[in-house]
């Protein structure tokens, strides 16, 4: 199988160049061509992916994540949830690169076989960066109002983060806590 993934990209890649000129299409015209509009679309996304950085950082600068932790802290350890798993759940929604740097933190702490790793591994594959897709996805082709998308994507995420407790309770019950 590790054999069969090398080839499989250049084998697309020769496929598509062999049909661009048996078909007469100027390959790197348009090759260039969907590079201009790439770029346009990357410029016109970066004042939301601006929006979503300095939202975070302003949630973590000024410690409302660690606030957030404390007061619901309590809670979670009745329902036997770790603690750690809150910045992740709180985070997941907002930006996929800090929950991996948040996952990073986990496992190096309670190592790659406990609980808390597992739940939160679990955790950051079961959801979406829902704000990020909205903003950047909807923001490249002009939408701006996505009020029902926001909700119908809070509920998702709300959704796979029980999903995500349920599973971990399913498949690792001896390692809970």
């Known amino acids: 199988m590790n054999n069969l993934s090398l080839y499989i990209l250049p084998a697309m890649i020769l496929y598509i160049l062999t049909i661009g000129i048996f078909k007469k299409v100027p390959i790197y ?13 990357a410029i016109s996304i970066i004042p939301y992916l601006v929006a979503i950085i300095v939202g975070i950082s302003m949630l973590r600068a000024c410690g409302a994540i660690e606030i ?35 996952l990073s933190d986990i496992v190096s702490q309670y190592g790659p076989e406990s609980f808390t790793a597992k739940l939160a591994a679990i955790m950051v594959g079961s959801s979406e960066t829902t704000f990020y897709v ?13 009020r029902y998308a926001i909700l119908t994507g809070i509920i998702a995420d709300i959704t796979g983060i029980v999903l995500a407790i349920l599973a971990a309770r399913l498949f690792f019950p001896a390692s809970i806590l």
């Open 68 to 102: 957030l932790t404390n007061i619901c802290g309590d809670f979670f350890n009745k329902v036997q949830v770790p603690v750690d798993i809150i910045p992740i759940m709180i985070t997941r929604s907002l930006s996929g690169s800090a929950v991996l740097g948040l």
């Open 134 to 146: 909205l903003s950047v996805y909807f923001g490249s082709v002009g939408i701006k109002k996505f």
């Open 29 to 41: 015209e348009e090759f260039t061509e969907g590079a201009k509009d790439g770029f346009k679309v």
